[in-house]
């Protein structure tokens, strides 16, 4: 009887369904287009989408005297209510009190759309795939009876957290501002610091069924065409059933190169992206995604931060040789250790050889083991401490590394000169500012263990030598990953392993091939011929 039931209530469905797809084909010719019947539409929305609780279909009428008949569809929580309520159908409802009353359906949408509705944004669509992927969006659709052209009325209003701090980029003197999801907010934070006409969005939509809106910000004038135009084709062609984070639309961007090492920069921080803007290039802003994309890069930026030139530049080219120093710490230290120790033991004075040997006393394990097992320990719990809650991920990563530490030493497995070197590379691969540059090198780090384990020093110069030709052979939208390295470009590494002063740094990247490669005007950096900042100081005591 219940199965009897289900089955009848099912066609009463499909009947009334396939009598508003008549009814659309009859008045328009086709299946994609509003007839203008209204109450084909609300049976045609009330049988499909409208079967979903979250989907609010309601009937009305345009004006206290004429009643023209008018449908309105929207998504419950993605809507702003009181749009709806007061700015759309209350103003409907009476808008003859104001205007002039007319039974002509083109005429009363017209003044619909131009007078009664109080809303900033509005927009006119007749297509029913179209109207359905605005109303999934969070927009209001409205029907008039008599007229196939729907108002679509923008009632956004996505659900979204505050703007926080950045949690994988801090920096201590500068912006306390990080994305959030909601892809407008993203372009307010960068108008907000570029403010000129020149910056534009330019919105694609992607996913056949997330629908998922992406803007590639560029300043016009500015940024290269051809980055900006062969961005927009490889986003244009994306075959994705749905978008959720931009790491999707990366291999889109990059000719899906097979590489371990982050071709395009991903960042939280609006200050990064709108100083990265300026220098010529495009950010790729993706709904429901809290990082932007930005391209193209070369491998010196990811050891660049905002933080750099925030402060003179004395201490942004210290940090920057920090972040390079503890590279070839932790990419070196532990391959040198096995291959000095294993391999190559006459490349080392007799005295350190002996105490290396005399730490060394007792060990069951060669050092290729001692150096996986402490390197398997670390990256355990890395991963613990990323997982766990806050408060207990800092507790133990300090007393489960000291714990283990000391544990393995006095059980005899490891010397205490591994935990040195274990701990050095940890510190030292961890001291890049972009995360996802510090997974490759993690990767790279067994590749060049197996290689100084089996070669000793030539394996590891080897491996490095094959590294080295990899990066040389990547490039982004045309730029050389190794730029300005490889090609040789004098002048742009002024601002690579060193920063010059912000004054000497007149020409963007000459790389990116900006339609401006000048920065800004040359400024002489010798004091006696600039003008002269004493005179101030005299004439106020003159005064």
Excluded: C
Aim: hydrophobic content about 45%.
């Amino acid at each position: 009887m219940t199965l009897l039931k289900d089955i009848i209530t099912e066609t009463s469905t499909l009947e009334k369904r396939l009598s508003g797809f008549a009814t659309d084909l009859a008045g328009s010719g086709s299946l994609d287009e509003f007839s203008g019947h209204v109450e084909a539409a609300y049976e045609r929305l009330k049988n499909t989408v409208g079967q979903s609780p979250d989907i609010i279909i309601r009937r009305f009428y345009i004006g206290s005297t004429v009643r023209i008949p008018a449908v309105l569809a929207f998504v419950d929580g993605l809507s702003d209510s009181q749009i709806i309520d007061q700015d759309t159908i209350m103003v409907s409802q009476e808008y003859d009190r104001a205007y002039t009353i007319t039974q002509d359906p083109n005429r009363a949408h017209q003044i619909v759309h131009d007078s009664v509705v109080a809303s900033g944004h509005l927009a006119v669509e007749t297509s029913w795939n179209k109207l359905l992927v605005k109303l999934m969006g969070g927009n209001t659709i409205l029907f008039i009876e008599g007229t196939q052209s729907v108002l679509v009325v923008d009632t956004v209003k996505y659900p979204a957290r505050s703007i926080s701090t950045p949690t994988t980029e801090r920096t201590v003197m500068g912006s306390q501002e990080a994305f959030n999801e909601v892809i407008l907010t993203q372009m307010n934070l960068i108008r907000m610091r570029i403010k000129s006409p020149d910056l534009h969005f330019d919105n694609i939509s992607v996913g056949s069924l997330s629908h998922t809106n992406v803007a590639i910000a560029h300043i016009e004038g500015l940024t290269n065409p051809a980055i900006v135009r062969a961005a927009k084709e490889r986003l244009a062609v994306a075959q994705l059933a749905e978008v959720q984070t931009g790491q999707e639309l990366i291999p889109y961007l990059t000719d899906g190169a097979q590489t371990l090492f982050p071709l395009i920069r991903r960042t939280e921080r609006p200050d990064v992206v709108a100083r990265e803007l300026s220098m010529g290039k495009i950010a790729i802003l993706v709904d429901t995604t809290p990082f932007v994309m930005l391209a193209p890069n070369t491998l010196m930026d990811f050891y660049q931060t905002i933080e750099d030139y925030t402060m003179n530049s004395w201490y942004g080219t210290l940090e920057r040789l920090i972040r390079f120093l503890g590279l070839f710490l932790g990419l070196l230290l532990p391959p040198l250790y096995i291959a000095l120790t294993s391999v190559n033991p006459d490349l080392l004075p007799t005295k350190l050889v002996l105490t290396i040997a005399g730490s060394r006393v007792g060990l069951p394990f060669p050092p290729i083991f001692e150096v996986m097992t402490m390197w398997a320990i670390i990256e355990v719990l890395r991963e613990a401490a990323l997982r766990l809650p806050k408060e207990l991920s800092q507790t133990l990563g300090t007393v489960g590394a000291i714990v283990v530490g000391t544990a393995i030493v006095k059980a005899g497995i490891v010397s205490p000169l591994m935990i040195v070197i274990i701990t050095l590379t940890a510190l030292g691969l961890f001291t890049s500012p972009s995360y996802e540059m510090a997974v490759p090198w993690r990767v790279l780090f067994w590749f060049l263990i197996t290689a100084s384990y089996f070669l000793g020093l030539y394996g590891i110069i080897l491996a490095l030598l094959m590294v080295l030709a990899h990066l040389a052979s990547l490039e982004v939208f045309g730029v050389p990953y190794l730029s300005p390295f490889g090609p040789y470009r004098g002048r742009d590494i002024r601002d690579t392993f060193v920063r010059f002063p912000t004054p000497m740094m007149t020409e963007r990247p000459r790389a990116l091939e900006t339609l401006q490669p000048q920065k800004s005007a040359n400024y002489n950096l010798n004091p006696g011929e600039n003008p002269p900042l004493h005179r101030v100081a005299e004439e106020r005591v003159n005064d």
